[in-house]
């Protein structure tokens, strides 16, 4: 037997993300539910968020997205050989939404699989992506998140409406002479596993709000760390700390507990809304559109939710 030439490390090489253009306002939902713009503001911190229309799916923002990050790589579709899509909101089971994206992308016969470790999912795919690389399974990987919570969510339902949105975001993962992803730490608590749930295909999400805000902000400041140790990095050299977009108090707890008091914190729920396994690409390819991070620093992944699952890395920003 022989094990192929193995790349010292994976990195992300480009980011892309996609965004549906109807934004809906917190004044907007105030039409519709007995809610305000000061309760979403102060208690999950979101002013507006974007929903996809009836007729865009989970798999054409996928498409979208990903073909973004791929054109910022550089890299023509044949030199992909693994797509993976994370999400938790496709409206059928089978097919999966990355063979089908693969195709619409001109990407020929890739390894193809999604991953639903809900919003987690995007730092789950990473870690594999970056260990395919690593151990010559694949030589560069499409890695999306995208999700359409808003088929998802009751639209009559106060406590969950206001949180969730659409949207995707994508990284293209190759590899490299310095390693550019650092060791993911991941896990999981399935004795809360009923802490967010979509029963069947005929339920609604539904989410005991307080048991998620209490784990959120006790058991993951810890994992934010070890991803920094493991990765033989100081939190205060960390260029941005990009979480979950779940909720902004949640947000800003861990950034505090976590101390990089130089890392520009990612706040891209404020104008996003929670969009699941799609935030955490979509915040970090926005905050590069916008200049908020350069080029080369480096920053804190760190995903949870439903599951409940978790899992986090330090990463070069490409
Ligand atoms: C969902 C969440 C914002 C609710 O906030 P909370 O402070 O826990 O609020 P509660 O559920 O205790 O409800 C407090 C009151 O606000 C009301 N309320 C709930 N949603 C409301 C809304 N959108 N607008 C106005 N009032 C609302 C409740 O009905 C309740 O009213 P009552 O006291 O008359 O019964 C909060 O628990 C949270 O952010 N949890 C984490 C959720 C999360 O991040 N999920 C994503 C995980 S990936």
């Known amino acids: ?41 102060s208690r999950v911190g979101i002013q507006q968020r974007r929903v996809a229309g009836k007729e865009e799916s989970v798999e054409d923002m996928a498409t979208i997205a990903g073909g973004k990050a791929l054109a910022a790589s550089g890299l023509s579709p044949d030199e992909v050989d693994l797509v993976i899509v994370a999400t938790c ?3 059928s089971q089978i097919p999966n939404a990355s063979a089908v994206v693969a195709h619409r992308l001109g990407i020929n016969s890739p390894g193809a699989f999604d991953v639903n470790a809900a919003c987690a999912g995007f730092c789950y795919a990473l870690a594999t992506a970056s260990a395919a690389v690593r151990a010559g399974s694949a ?40 390693p550019g ?9 399935g004795d809360k596993s009923e802490a967010i749930s979509i029963e069947d295909r005929t339920s609604f999400l539904y989410q005991e709000g307080q048991t998620v805000f209490r784990w959120a902000t006790t058991a993951l400041h810890p994992v934010a760390l070890e991803a920094c140790s493991r990765a033989g990095v100081d939190p205060s050299e960390l260029a941005a700390f990009v979480p979950h977009q779940a909720n902004l108090r949640i ?9 990089a008091d130089k890392a520009v914190v990612a706040r891209d729920i404020v104008t996003a809304g929670n969009t699941s396994a799609a935030s955490i690409p979509l915040a970090l390819s926005r ?20 599951g409940l699952t978790y899992a986090g890395q330090v990463i070069e920003i490409p």
């Open 1 to 41: 037997m022989r094990i192929p030439d193995i790349a010292p490390g994976g990195r992300v090489l480009a980011l892309g993300h996609y965004q549906p253009p109807n934004i809906v306002t917190n004044d907007d939902l105030t039409k519709t539910m007995d809610t305000s713009d000061e309760w979403i503001q």
């Open 89 to 91: 909101t496709l409206e």
């Open 139 to 178: 030589r560069n990987v499409l890695v999306i998140g995208a999700e359409k919570l808003s088929q998802w969510v009751d639209w009559t339902d106060r406590s969950t409406a206001v949180i969730f949105a659409d949207g995707a975001g994508a990284a293209v993962v190759g590899p490299s002479d310095t």
């Open 181 to 189: 992803i650092g060791p993911v730490v991941w896990g999981s608590a």
């Open 251 to 259: 947000i800003e707890a861990i950034a505090r507990k976590l101390g």
């Open 287 to 306: 905050m590069l559109e916008r200049g908020e991070v350069r080029s080369g620093g480096l920053a804190l992944v760190l995903g949870f939710g439903a």
